[in-house]
């Protein structure tokens, strides 16, 4: 496999993953077709190109610096320099992919979280309102990102010669497609039997065992869990914490994601929704791992670093 067919593999396993079927999908790259279309000649230079065709701005490939047949990946949750370094080292380390948007992909976060539009809407959300509380978290993330050195870690790989990528929101589609076909087919009816069914899952068992295990963060063991929703999985980063009230109005009981903060848990629990955070680097290594089985599956090896705990499933 090539650099290319790599990516390529990643976009297509987090399309088949995705929340809004490929039709959905299809459409939001139509009206990405229509954006660029309505633009000027002087606007279309700074136009992202690829993503036409990849509805992932948050994942791309960031240095082809020898465009040769991929025998040996060394994936990590976070790449940067460090980690560039890492692989000079090792000497027969034919691509780096990271998990974490870095370089053009952490500028463009903000462009996937439509995704939780359509997610929220998944599970009963009217898409008015989900749309509308996004729109200004979207914005929010937008301006966070901004002032990041987002070109660190590439301008090291250009640097060192090394070939590098991202794969963030197919990964995390990847996650959470595997995650809601155990709770849908568990049916967990406590917040405690959630917490059991995940710890039974490798990535989530190995973290227990260094303390970042699945924790309930809102809500308590004892509590029902109603209608569960994979809402916090995928679609960038953290969505808006205005929206735990309406999720709690349109049938939600729990919602199981991967981190959330402070605002958020505050928010979730004047809702009285029950929360259950998976784990992070768990999480993240979970969609990761899915990828990473298809890639052994067609005989590249895989060097796990930086936070990602290697599960096979093959
Ligand atoms: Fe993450």
Same mark, same amino acid.
């Given at each position: 496999?090539?650099?290319?067919?790599?990516?390529?593999?990643?976009?297509?396993?987090?399309?088949?993953?995705?929340?809004?079927?490929?039709?959905?999908?299809?459409?939001?790259?139509?009206?990405?077709?229509?954006?660029?279309?309505?633009?000027?000649?002087?606007?279309?230079?700074?136009?992202?190109?690829?993503?036409?065709?990849?509805?992932?701005?948050?994942?791309? *490939?960031?240095?082809?610096?020898?465009?040769?047949?991929?025998?040996?990946?060394?994936?990590?949750?976070?790449?940067?320099?460090?980690?560039?370094?890492?692989?000079?080292?090792?000497?027969?380390?034919?691509?780096?992919?990271?998990?974490?948007?870095?370089?053009?992909?952490?500028?463009?976060?903000?462009?996937?979280?439509?995704?939780?539009?359509?997610?929220?809407?998944?599970?009963?959300?009217?898409?008015?309102?989900?749309?509308?509380?996004?729109?200004?978290?979207?914005?929010?993330?937008?301006?966070?990102?901004?002032?990041?050195?987002?070109?660190?870690?590439?301008?090291?790989?250009?640097?060192?010669?090394?070939?590098?990528?991202?794969?963030?929101?197919?990964?995390?589609?990847?996650?959470?497609?595997?995650?809601?076909?155990?709770?849908?087919?568990?049916?967990?009816?406590?917040?405690?039997?959630?917490?059991?069914?995940?710890?039974?899952?490798?990535?989530?068992?190995?973290?227990?065992?260094?303390?970042?295990?699945?924790?309930?963060?809102?809500?308590?063991?004892?509590?029902?869990? %109603?209608? *569960?929703?994979?809402?916090?999985?995928?679609?960038?980063?953290?969505?808006?914490?205005?929206?735990?009230?309406?999720?709690?109005?349109?049938?939600?009981?729990?919602?199981?994601?991967?981190?959330?903060?402070?605002?958020?848990?505050?928010?979730?629990?004047?809702?009285?929704?029950?929360?259950?955070?998976? %784990?992070?680097?768990?999480?993240?290594?979970?969609?990761?791992?899915?990828?990473?089985?298809?890639?052994?599956?067609?005989?590249?090896?895989?060097?796990?670093?930086?936070?990602?705990?290697?599960?096979?499933?093959?």
């Amino acid at each position: 496999m090539r650099i290319n067919d790599i990516f390529k593999l990643a976009v297509d396993m987090g399309i088949k993953a995705d929340f809004r079927g490929q039709e959905g999908v299809a459409d939001f790259l139509e009206s990405k077709k229509k954006k660029y279309e309505k633009l000027s000649e002087e606007d279309r230079q700074y136009f992202d190109k690829d993503s036409l065709t990849n509805p992932y701005s948050d994942s791309k *490939i960031h240095n082809v610096a020898d465009n040769r047949e991929i025998k040996k990946i060394m994936m990590g949750i976070d790449i940067d320099s460090a980690e560039i370094l890492l692989a000079k080292y090792l000497g027969d380390i034919d691509l780096v992919i990271g998990h974490h948007p870095i370089g053009k992909s952490l500028a463009n976060l903000a462009d996937v979280m439509s995704l939780q539009c359509d997610v929220l809407n998944y599970y009963g959300l009217p898409i008015n309102i989900a749309e509308g509380l996004m729109r200004q978290r979207i914005e929010e993330v937008a301006r966070g990102v901004n002032p990041i050195n987002h070109q660190r870690g590439v301008d090291a790989a250009k640097i060192m010669g090394i070939n590098l990528m991202n794969i963030h929101t197919p990964a995390d589609n990847l996650a959470a497609k595997f995650l809601k076909m155990k709770v849908d087919a568990a049916k967990p009816k406590k917040v405690e039997d959630v917490i059991k069914l995940l710890k039974e899952i490798p990535e989530y068992k190995e973290a227990s065992k260094i303390g970042t295990g699945p924790k309930i963060f809102a809500g308590s063991s004892e509590n029902r869990c %109603g209608k *569960i929703a994979l809402t916090e999985i995928t679609g960038g980063t953290e969505g808006s914490p205005k929206l735990y009230e309406k999720m709690a109005n349109v049938g939600i009981g729990t919602v199981v994601g991967m981190h959330i903060n402070e605002e958020h848990k505050k928010e979730a629990e004047a809702a009285n929704l029950n929360v259950v955070i998976a %784990g992070h680097m768990s999480s993240d290594s979970l969609g990761m791992n899915l990828f990473a089985d298809e890639l052994e599956r067609q005989g590249v090896k895989i060097v796990p670093c930086s936070g990602f705990t290697r599960a096979s499933r093959i």
